[in-house]
């Protein structure tokens, strides 16, 4: 039977490991493909454009905008970040689930666009864990750490518009988790009416001859 993708939505507060859970995802099963976002924020050391993301200046991505090539795009901690449409488009199309590792304001905007999206929600165990994940990180100075951790307040007030949360205590059952919530979304009867369509037909058929 040939499976439509879902576009699966992945969000979390900074810190959460939302990022090694979709790399756990992508390595251990073959279904998913990564959308690679653009952003006007700056390189980490070790992130790569093209694979981390699309890093570009603030003309480029409004450029970008203009042209309509983002299907949604958001303003987080004072850096744009946005969604490139054909990639998403073209992987759905052929049947892969695609992943958007985005923040809160995009994933609304997705859910109202794309209503049958899968809107995922990474947890950390408790706030102080996630405190001392983002400072273990070392990537970010103290100001920073801070701003996420007011953004991280503020994007728990929207946690209950998504569709499931995913507690990341260990990273191997999170991921499993995950997959399994993916799994059961492909067998919603919605996303399954052709098959479901086929079988009532056959159904009407053998009783006809009986
Ligand atoms: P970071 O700077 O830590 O890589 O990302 C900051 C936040 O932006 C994260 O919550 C990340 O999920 C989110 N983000 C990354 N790409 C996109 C995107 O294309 N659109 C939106 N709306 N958020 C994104």
Redesign the pocket.
């Given at each position: 039977m040939n499976r439509e993708g879902i576009l699966v939505v992945i969000?979390?507060f900074?810190g959460t490991g939302?990022g090694t859970v979709v790399k756990g995802l992508l390595e251990k099963y073959d279904n998913f493909a990564l959308s690679v976002?653009?952003?006007t924020?700056q390189p980490r050391p070790g992130e790569e454009n093209g694979k981390s993301?699309f890093f570009v200046d603030k003309e480029t991505f409004e450029k970008t905008i203009e042209e309509g090539g983002l299907i949604?795009?958001?303003c987080?901690?004072d850096?744009y970040?946005?969604?490139p449409k054909a990639y998403v488009e073209e992987q759905l199309k052929a049947g892969k689930d695609v992943i958007?590792?985005?923040?809160i304001?995009?994933?609304l905007n997705i859910k109202k666009m794309f209503p049958t999206a899968l809107l995922l929600f990474i947890m950390p165990p408790s706030a102080e864990e996630l405190k001392r994940r983002l400072v273990g990180r070392g990537t970010e100075t103290p100001e920073v750490i801070d701003k996420r951790m007011r953004r991280a307040a503020e994007e728990s007030e929207g946690i209950d518009n998504y569709d499931y949360i995913v507690i990341n205590d260990k990273v191997d059952q999170c991921v499993a988790d995950t997959y399994s919530i993916i799994e059961a979304a492909h067998m919603r009867p919605k996303r399954n009416m052709n098959f479901i369509n086929k079988i009532r037909h056959e159904l009407n058929e053998i009783s006809k001859g009986e």
């Open positions: 969000s979390g900074a939302k976002s653009m952003t924020r993301y949604e795009h958001a987080y901690c850096n970040y946005g969604t958007l590792e985005i923040e304001q995009g994933a």
